[in-house]
């Protein structure tokens, strides 16, 4: 599920918006077809309503007698459609029904006949009591059921004198209708009413097309307004990770978009620029550290050599100036590594892995190659010999040999030394390849050195896009890694 979701902020918040746009097309639709479901039921209790209350005053005015019989039972109906005109007005003299209420049809019968197919209403039901009780028609029982038009003679006719009365075609009649009827013990009084859609703006169709009609144009404006930001902030992004890869990068991005966005640019291209000459500042001043500590150093050294005296302590003073030179070195590379002044190669890196096994074995140092991969990747050839060299002396040192192996895994190449020595303690492991930071309490080089290969080695793999990984053997001893993505 997450894979579908966009992870850009143009993506997200088009689709944060469309679909809160959704939700309320969907709420407003619902809320108005339940207003509209409302009215319509509304209407039709109340024409069922007028049409009983408006029986019992058309009986009232007959001294009590129901005057109005013109249609029996829906199983007649069909035949009495059919009988002869004189014997549908009765005899010459005679008192015809009296109709109130033009084109509504009332009937009582002794039951209330239920068709196959109708559906009782029972909300409507209590809602047509209610109203009938308020107009003072009370009742022992009342029913209401939606039944089809066509299986329904009377209301054929009454619904064919309907259309003829308005003009309206059949296309234009409904086809079901509600038939109602109360009874108070004593037979039942029906009435008939047709049921009206709900109008079509309300129906489930409608407000969905709106809806996306409404989120499309949205989804279209919001994108261009979102595309003005989100465009200055991508190249943003962008000259940012190449400036972290190489500072020396030239080309700035241009302040354009809003004013936040504008204001955002500029900022960090007053940064960058503030960094990039610090940068070279700090490359000036090791450059005059380095010429103004070593060309002492050297003199210092040509002086003992000539020096007359004990040659032990002159061994010792030598030594110790080798050291601080040695010391130097490692502080002016690991400031120096991070700079882009020199181009990558691309080269085999288990050919460069067998180069430096050859190197130490040459040495007569106990270096053995391991498991090794073809893997191509462009690298800074003399950095990555230095930080492969760190840790193989690490291993030799500490472990008394080193072995070293070329493989792959999740798309990274991985350079691993490993040793049989007692490896690193749990609690130093994750602060080990700190500047200074060392494993032996001691200061003395020949047991611990000056602290710095490790942090060298971390230095160099951060700078290829990779990182030093340091774990302890479960068979005892260390491995050290540089993963390089390729």
Same mark, same amino acid.
């Given at each position: 599920m997450k894979r579908l979701l966009p992870k850009s902020l143009l993506g997200q918040v088009t689709l944060a918006i469309a679909v809160t746009l959704f939700l309320v097309q969907g709420i407003n639709a619902y809320l108005a077809w339940t207003i509209e479901k409302d009215r319509v039921e509304t209407g039709l209790v109340n024409t069922l309503s007028l049409r009983l209350v408006a029986m019992g005053r058309i009986a009232d005015m007959d001294d009590g007698e129901l005057v109005v019989d013109l249609t029996p039972q829906?199983?007649?109906?069909?035949?009495?459609?059919?009988?002869?005109?004189?014997?549908?007005?009765?005899?010459?003299?005679?008192?015809?029904?009296?109709?109130?209420?033009?084109?509504?049809?009332?009937?009582?019968?002794d039951t209330f006949l239920t068709l196959d197919g109708d559906r009782r209403l029972p909300a409507l039901e209590e809602r047509l009591g209610e109203t009938l009780r308020n107009n003072g028609r009370d009742f022992a029982d009342i029913r209401i059921v939606e039944r089809e038009v066509s299986n329904d003679p009377v209301a054929q006719r009454f619904l064919e004198r309907l259309a003829r009365r308005r003009g309206m075609t059949p296309a234009d009649l409904p086809e079901k209708i509600a038939v109602a009827g109360i009874s108070s013990g004593e037979g039942w009084e029906i009435?008939?009413?047709?049921?009206?859609?709900?109008?079509?703006?309300?129906?489930?169709?409608?407000? /969905?097309?709106?809806?996306?009609?409404?989120?499309?144009?949205? %989804?279209?404006? /919001?994108?261009?307004?979102?595309?003005?930001?989100?465009?200055?902030?991508?190249?943003?992004?962008?000259?940012?990770?190449?400036?972290?890869?190489?500072?020396?990068?030239?080309?700035?991005?241009?302040?354009?978009?809003?004013?936040? %966005?504008?204001?955002?640019?500029?900022?960090?291209?007053?940064?960058?620029?503030?960094?990039?000459?610090?940068?070279?500042?700090?490359?000036?001043? /090791?450059?005059?550290?380095?010429?103004?500590?070593?060309?002492?150093?050297?003199?210092?050294?040509?002086?003992?050599?000539? /020096?007359?005296?004990?040659?032990?302590?002159?061994?010792?003073?030598?030594?110790?100036?080798?050291?601080?030179?040695?010391?130097l070195d490692d502080i002016l590379m690991l400031a120096r590594v991070g700079r882009h002044d020199v181009e990558f190669e691309v080269v085999d890196l288990s050919a460069l892995a067998a180069t430096l096994v050859e190197e130490f074995e040459d040495l007569g140092k106990p270096v053995t190659l391991g498991t090794t991969e073809r893997r191509k990747r462009g690298i800074q050839v003399t950095w990555l010999k230095r930080a492969l060299r760190n840790l193989i002396e690490n291993a030799i040192r500490y472990g008394g040999s080193a072995r070293l192996s070329v493989t792959s895994e999740n798309r990274a190449a991985i350079l691993a030394v490993e040793d049989d020595g007692p490896g690193i303690?749990?609690?130093?492991?994750?602060?080990?390849?700190?500047?200074?930071?060392?494993?032996?309490?001691?200061?003395?080089?020949?047991?611990?050195?000056?602290?710095l290969g490790l942090a060298i080695a971390r230095a160099v793999a951060e700078q290829h896009g990779g990182r030093l990984v340091l774990e302890n053997r479960e068979e005892g001893g260390l491995r050290a890694e540089i993963r390089l993505p390729l």
């Open positions: 829906l199983e007649n109906a069909e035949r009495r459609r059919f009988r002869p005109h004189s014997e549908r007005r009765g005899p010459p003299g005679a008192r015809r029904p009296r109709r109130a209420f033009a084109g509504t049809d009332f009937a009582r019968a009435v008939r009413a047709p049921i009206y859609r709900p109008h079509e703006h309300f129906g489930p169709l409608f407000p /969905l097309l709106r809806a996306a009609m409404l989120t499309g144009l949205l %989804v279209i404006v /919001l994108w261009l307004v979102l595309r003005r930001i989100t465009g200055p902030l991508a190249q943003l992004t962008e000259r940012t990770q190449r400036f972290s890869e190489n500072p020396a990068a030239v080309g700035q991005v241009e302040p354009r978009g809003p004013e936040d %966005v504008r204001v955002l640019i500029e900022a960090h291209n007053e940064m960058e620029a503030r960094i990039g000459a610090m940068l070279d500042e700090k490359d000036v001043m /090791l450059g005059a550290i380095g010429h103004d500590l070593k060309t002492p150093l050297a003199a210092l050294r040509v002086r003992i050599e000539n /020096l007359e005296g004990d040659a032990e302590a002159k061994a010792k003073m030598a030594e110790i100036i080798a050291e601080t030179s040695r010391t303690a749990p609690e130093l492991i994750d602060t080990i390849a700190e500047p200074f930071a060392r494993g032996e309490a001691s200061r003395n080089r020949a047991t611990g050195g000056a602290g």
